[in-house]
């Protein structure tokens, strides 16, 4: 046996669970939580579920726990739904401009603006009655982060430089 495969071993011994079938490690004294949010996510069904906190509390985390939840719900579908993850805080410094930042959500028409050569699906329309999973919504701009929650609330969205 080589030094790595020891390793391996011996960190299986110390944390008691098989790590090639572990989808995720809950930390000491989150056993509770975890157990509880995801009782939550059961009876949320489809619902949109959010998930706040200071920096470093865990909230990737959680949401990674969510995402296995949900594809665990969907494994006996025919067609497996489309889990769309992003940050949003990136959207900020690859897009300065209004429309480029809602573009990437919610998508654009030809001609909707200069350099819009094409249709584009936005992640919105990407994930399509999948799950989609926002991080750092706050750094979006105050008029998209309005356009995301009437989205949440209603399902309905209108791609950049689309009439009516």
Do not use: I
């Given at each position: 046996m080589n030094e790595d495969s020891n390793k391996?071993?011996?960190?299986n011994?110390?944390?008691s669970i098989d790590l090639k079938k572990a989808k995720y490690i809950i930390p000491p004294g989150l056993n509770y939580t975890v157990n509880k949010f995801i009782a939550h996510c059961k009876v949320s069904g489809n619902q949109p579920v959010m998930v706040i906190g200071d920096t470093g509390v865990g909230k990737s985390m959680f949401l990674e726990i969510?995402?296995?939840?949900?594809?665990?719900r969907c494994k006996n579908r025919r067609k497996k739904?489309?889990?769309?993850?992003?940050?949003?805080a990136y959207f900020?410094?690859?897009y300065s401009d209004?429309?480029?930042?809602?573009?990437?959500l919610f998508g654009h028409v030809k001609g909707a603006f200069t350099g819009a050569n094409k249709d584009k699906q936005g992640l919105v329309e990407i994930a399509n009655k999948g799950l989609l999973i926002?991080?750092?919504i706050g750094e979006l701009p105050k008029q998209v982060q309005a356009m995301l929650l009437t989205f949440v609330e209603t399902g309905?969205?209108?791609?950049v430089g689309l009439r009516n």
């Open positions: 391996k071993e011996h960190q011994n110390d944390l969510y995402k296995n939840f949900y594809r665990e739904p489309k889990v769309v993850w992003a940050n949003c900020g410094d690859y209004f429309n480029m930042t809602k573009s990437e926002l991080e750092e309905k969205y209108r791609k």
